[in-house]
């Protein structure tokens, strides 16, 4: 069974960094596609970025580029999510999420395991 688990949030300011990391397990990652969502209070779900686990290949969503860096570790089996220049409109619940194939999408039905969340807020 797959199991992701996020660690890492917090409370800081504008302007500071913060890393998220997603503990996956339950299975070998090399033919997956893992990926950050998050959701703020109020709104939907939305997608932040992603990574293919054989090639490392990434996608990221327009608001964080430049910002944000997805990579993964593979001896440890964890996606990290290093975000930088924080801003308080990222503040949100932050996802991993994990699917399986190759192909990186941004479209929350297409992933099929979930972890938890971890809570990031950004005081301006």
């Known amino acids: 069974q797959v199991q992701l688990v996020e660690s890492g949030g917090g409370l800081v300011q504008a302007g500071d960094s913060l890393r998220l990391s997603c503990a996956a397990s339950?299975?070998?990652?090399?033919?997956?596609?893992l990926a950050w969502f998050r959701q703020a209070p109020g709104k939907e779900r939305e997608f932040v970025a992603a990574?293919?686990?054989?090639?490392?290949?990434?996608e990221y969503a327009d608001s964080v580029k430049g910002r944000f860096t997805i990579s993964r570790d593979n001896a440890k089996n964890t996606v990290y999510l290093q975000m930088n220049s924080l801003k308080p409109e990222d503040t949100a619940v932050y996802y991993c999420?994990?699917?399986?194939?190759?192909?990186?999408?941004?479209?929350?039905?297409?992933?099929?395991?979930w972890g938890q969340g971890t809570q990031v807020t950004v005081s301006s």
């Open positions: 990574i293919r686990w054989s090639s490392g290949n990434t």
């Open positions: 999420a994990a699917k399986r194939g190759l192909t990186i999408t941004l479209r929350l039905a297409a992933y099929d395991y």
């Open positions: 339950g299975r070998t990652f090399s033919s997956y596609a």
